[in-house]
DNA sequence: AAACGCCGCAACCGCCGAGGT
DNA sequence: AACCTCGGCGGTTGCGGCGTT
């Protein structure tokens, strides 16, 4: 048996809402609450389909959304949610109070999945679209500099964006729910990405998302309780080190661990020295008043103006290219091959 | 000023799963 | 077990606004 349509099509209106049909909505939703989505047109006067008066409740009457453009915190936390999550919309929602996840998804097409596009980066994987990269800038800048030649990256296998820090930061947010000690036996095995993103897909609950330690967004008070937690002091206070240098210099350790990509490096004058590129998030974070810190690099607020949940409709003034930029610093961070969690601890 | 094209967003469509009978 | 209803979700469409030529 075919299903049957939600209600008789004929003679229903369509198209955009009315204020005069929006009032009777909110009127009739008001004495009566949503629900019986089915029944309501007919008692609240309306000549539309309940599932219609349903979308237009929850996409634009609600009370609790929040107009105005995304701020950068809302956009990270997209994008974030969004290499984890794919195109969970409803999911993504849920963990950005006031957002629908209508307006997150037409905010993606139209904003976020473009600009990944124009970086070329697939918006999909979030991984670089190796069809788009530019081979000829990635051998010149290799010849200037042979030592940020990495050929796995040239192959793909080792992504420019690192879907697996942004796993990671939100893994933590559910571990910290749920249980850390595997986080750390996890880490020591490196095996952490495989067994973070398992844990990962377990769905919240929509209560869960309220608070604003809960978020999506990894708050620096959540990532210092969790380095209390798991013995991460010696991971956090060896990073803030190397973000206290007082001079451009890179320690040795830490430049064998985090390589520049040749594709977005510039040519060093010194050849021998690899030059950290200037989009990167490590240089951003190391110019940002030199105060560079783990917890920043998971929730990366650094130019968050407002919290996530601010009362207030946060109005955007940043360019989209302010935004490029920012969001080119999102996906730089890369960490190498072979990349030993043990030593770096 | 008119035509054209692009963009953003509200709304629609079709499908699916859960739950009730 | 089969059928049916309902609510929810993700993909897509279409219209209005805006900028450009």
Redesign the pocket.
Known sequence: ?G??P?CE?NGL?????TPEEDLKLINHIQLHGP?????LPKNAGLQ?????C???W???LRPDIKRG?FSFEEEETIIQLHGILG?????IAARLPGRT???I???W???IR?RMLRMGIDPVTHAPRLDLLDLSSILSSSVCNPTILNVSNLLGSQPLVNPEMLKLADAILSLKQENLVPLARNIQENQIFNSLMQKQVQPLQPNQYQTPLQEGVFSSEMSNQLVQDNNLEGLCSKVETYGNCSDNSIPSDLNEHFVCHPNHGNCSSNPTVPEIQENSVFQSLYNSNQNFSFSSVVSTPISSPTPINSSSTFINSSTEDEKESYCSNLFKFEIPEGFDFDEFM
């Open positions: 048996m299903r049957t939600c099509k209106k369509k198209g955009p809402w629900g019986n989505w089915r029944n539309r389909c309940g599932k219609s349903r979308l237009r929850t996409n634009y453009r195109n969970k919309w409803s999911s996840d209508n307006e998804k037409n905010y097409n139209t904003h473009k």
